[in-house]
């Protein structure tokens, strides 16, 4: 069995701390700290107090949930805390975000917002709190593809300041500059304004805690990537792509972009969009219209997995443009696909950040 935090969730719910009756979850007793390693399970539980009298029978019920509901294979690693002992939280940007992914493309017009939006839904469905941000000043598209194009944030003071709340679709927490410009007028901000709009989006907003922090990033390389880089420490970057050599050639510009030496941002992988049309009549036939195997190729040359091929079918456009995204059906081919992307992402991610020390920000010199 594939183990996912809502599996872990599903089995703490039905444990009960004697102290008041009320499940460990109920208790908000489970520690941001969930791992996930294969069978492996780890995690930390928080009792009001260090000499709590239930502390090591609660444990030991624990283990028993988690091996029933999960298998008996499942090795349980068990942390015990006190609410007066918490650690404070760390002195930085985004303290409650444990994965920053940058979703990126060499060019526009691969389909990378449509895969952004269908990949934040699929780790949401997995059980992991997700938050997505358009990052695209110029052309912001997230609202639409979440049916919330009429929604205004409001703020919020929290700690003395006025934080902007973002919008909830899906499960997924969303901010864009859609949400605060009309879609009938353009943008037309010199690239200080755009950036300086983007650090709001980013340190002005009650994201809270969050396991993945998805940024739907502009096609090709700009102001904002190095805004992005500059201000935050990204954990990795998945590129999107399509079959043709032109969207090829741009996706290693991009690629490029996040290996310098100065970035040194880890690809978790390549996405290769509409790498075949599927008619609906006919969901067993693939015609591959803008060339075949260009996606393959290419991870191979530049030493990247690639996670998924996506079909293009009439189904995945017109859910994007309905604002209900094709994972929302994951019996689907589209949803199929998507879905299987989110469970790869979050293998790559948890092998980076084993192997790997996290991504720090570019310094400006």
Request: charged share 20%; aromatic share 6%; net charge negative.
């Amino acid at each position: 069995m594939t183990l996912y935090p809502n599996l872990i969730r599903e089995a703490l719910a039905t444990v009960r701390y004697p102290g008041n009756g009320k499940s460990v979850i109920d208790n908000e007793m489970l520690e941001d700290d969930l791992r996930i390693d294969g069978q492996k399970v780890s995690f930390s539980l928080i009792f009001p107090k260090a000499t709590d009298p239930f502390k090591n029978s609660l444990i030991k019920a624990a283990e028993a949930a988690i091996h029933q509901h999960c298998g008996a294979d499942v090795e349980v690693t068990i942390h015990a805390k006190s609410a007066q002992q918490l650690p404070p939280e760390p002195d930085k940007l985004l303290p409650d975000v444990k994965n920053i992914i940058a979703v990126s493309s060499g060019k526009g017009g691969v389909g990378k917002s449509t895969v952004t939006a269908n990949l934040a839904i699929g780790l949401a469905k997995l059980g992991y709190r997700v938050g997505l941000l358009d990052c695209d000043i110029f052309g912001p598209s997230i609202p639409k593809m979440f049916h919330v194009e009429e929604a205004r944030p409001y703020a919020e003071q929290v700690d003395g300041r006025d934080l902007i709340v973002p919008i909830e679709q899906y499960g997924i927490k969303l901010l864009s500059i859609g949400f605060f410009v009309s879609p009938e007028q353009a943008t037309l901000w010199r690239g200080g304004m755009a950036s300086n709009a983007l650090k709001q989006l980013i340190g002005e907003a009650k994201w809270g805690p969050l396991d993945y922090f998805i940024l739907d990033t502009p096609p090709g390389t700009s102001d904002i990537h190095l805004t992005l880089l500059q201000t935050l420490g990204i954990t990795g970057a998945l590129i999107v792509t399509t079959p043709q050599q032109v969207a090829l050639a741009d996706a290693r510009k991009g690629i490029n972009m996040y290996e310098n030496d100065k970035v040194n941002v880890p690809i978790l992988g390549l996405v290769e969009n509409m790498a075949w049309f599927t008619p609906a009549e006919h969901p067993d036939e693939k015609y591959y219209i803008f060339g075949q195997g260009g996606g393959a190729a290419l991870a191979d040359e530049l030493h990247v997995p690639l996670l998924a091929q996506i079909p293009l079918v009439q189904s995945l456009c017109q859910s994007g443009d309905d604002g209900t995204p094709a994972v929302l059906e994951p019996a689907s081919p589209a949803g199929m696909a998507m879905m299987s992307l989110a469970a790869k992402l979050v293998t790559q991610v948890d092998r980076r950040n084993q192997e790997q020390a996290p991504t720090e920000r570019v310094k400006v010199e």
